[in-house]
């Protein structure tokens, strides 16, 4: 949820989602975990302040784009993509996973993409929203 194309394609399915079955809406972003031992020049402060600041993001988002009538609940977790992402859902076993999926690449075919990971190996359906292209 970190770029705001992604909220603006994939949110509002999401949100049709959510309502359609009243069930209540998780937002939900990942985070790279900097191990200070690879990364021994960052600041532990500047990865709180990181944290906070994704938690105020999805927050506003929140309260931006979902309708008071859906109960919305946001987490930001700090792990490795897509692992960290798809043990998470198979853990918490929603009953959709929707996300936004950048346009694709001739490297997504060799190195893979998230959502490609994602679909490949979450336990529950999976809709990616891609932006439509854009001729001219």
């Not at 109960?71 to 198979?90: A, C, F, H, K, W």
Request: overall charge neutral.
């Amino acid at each position: 949820m970190a770029q705001p194309h992604a909220i603006e394609l994939a949110l509002p399915y999401a949100v049709q989602w959510a309502k359609v079955r009243e069930v209540p809406l998780r937002l939900l972003t990942v985070l790279p975990d900097i191990n200070a031992g690879m990364y021994p020049y960052v600041a532990v402060e500047a990865g709180k302040e990181s944290l906070q600041a994704a938690k105020d993001r999805l927050e506003a988002v929140a309260q931006q784009y979902v309708p008071s009538d859906i109960q919305s609940l946001t987490s930001v977790l700090v792990g490795r993509m897509p692992r960290y992402l798809i043990d998470e859902i198979n853990k918490t076993r929603p009953d959709m996973v929707v996300m936004a999926a950048h346009d694709p690449r001739l490297s997504d075919v060799f190195l893979g993409s998230i959502a490609g990971s994602i679909v490949g190996h979450a336990r529950c359906p999976v809709l990616v929203v891609r932006a439509p292209e854009s001729h001219g």
